[in-house]
């Protein structure tokens, strides 16, 4: 059995060495997991344009999204700091276009410069000391006319979630981050709206698109047991992904970023 890692990196971020197995059970093993994949399957070809364009997948975990990339026809390259994540993740895409690398993301600059044109990066900065350090990185691989996506947990939900189960006293404390200690996966560093806008508009990105990712499932009394039950809410879901103001509670936060001159008329 793999060690469990029970602290933070030299840098203060969290990696999940020895975590692969509660990843593919206790994550995508249940319903959340299931949801959160059914729902980027939709929103993705929405927010982005594939045309099969060269795609950097930072924190690639156990490869599902490097491997729906792949499937579409790009030339994906996946980095994973967790060895027995990565090492999942090469067993799941063997035999696929996709490349893979043992790095952390401060790396990449010096490992993967690029410029890469698609860039994937997806509950990834929760889990850095300095998430908004780890967003000017990402600014700086993207090519001129290059797409981020970017996925992060919703610090106003992980709030909103904590007084629905009656943690009154850490709401009022903001007492929200978790410690990155042993196997529980509160982010250390959960992330705003307001933040996300203001760290792209320093790294000259742009918000081209936005959505909430389970925007319901996780306050249900009752989660959704029965094929029909989901079938419901995973249609509520994406029913309600990019309106407001449902989306903005979602568990995860989904944007494209794209460079701010490739707005302009």
């Not at 027995?84 to 401060?106: C, F, W, Y």
């Not at 106003?156 to 903001?174: C, I, M, W």
């Not at 000259?204 to 029965?226: E, K, N, S, T």
Request: one cysteine or more.
């Amino acid at each position: 059995m793999t060690a469990i890692a029970t602290h933070l990196s030299t840098d203060g971020d969290r990696y999940f060495d020895g975590m692969a197995d509660k990843f593919a059970d206790s994550l995508y093993g249940k319903r959340r997991g299931e949801l959160r994949l059914a729902l980027l399957d939709r929103l993705l070809p929405e927010m982005l344009t594939l045309d099969g364009q060269p795609a950097l997948d930072v924190g690639g975990g156990l490869g599902q999204l490097s491997g729906w990339l792949a499937m579409r026809g790009h030339a994906v390259t996946l980095s994973e700091p967790a060895a027995d994540m990565l090492q999942r993740a090469r067993e799941r895409l063997a035999g696929t276009s996709v490349t893979s690398m043992s790095l952390p993301l401060q790396a990449l600059p010096e490992r993967a410069p690029g410029p890469w044109p698609l860039i994937t990066c997806h509950a990834v900065l929760e889990w850095m000391a300095d998430p908004r350090a780890a967003l000017a990185t990402l600014a700086s691989l993207l090519a001129p006319r290059g797409q981020l996506s970017l996925m992060v947990f919703n610090r106003d939900a992980l709030r909103f979630s904590n007084v629905v189960k009656g943690n009154l006293d850490r709401v009022l404390a903001d007492r929200l981050a978790g410690q990155g200690r042993r196997t529980r996966l509160t982010p250390i560093s959960p992330l705003s709206h307001d933040e996300i806008l203001a760290w792209a508009e320093e790294n000259g990105l742009v918000v081209q698109h936005c959505a909430g990712v389970r925007i319901f499932h996780d306050y249900l009394q009752h989660p959704a047991g029965d094929d029909e039950a989901y079938r419901k809410l995973l249609e509520l879901e994406w029913r309600y992904s990019r309106t407001e103001p449902h989306w903005r509670l979602g568990r995860y936060l989904l944007y494209t970023l794209v460079p701010a001159e490739e707005t302009r008329p």
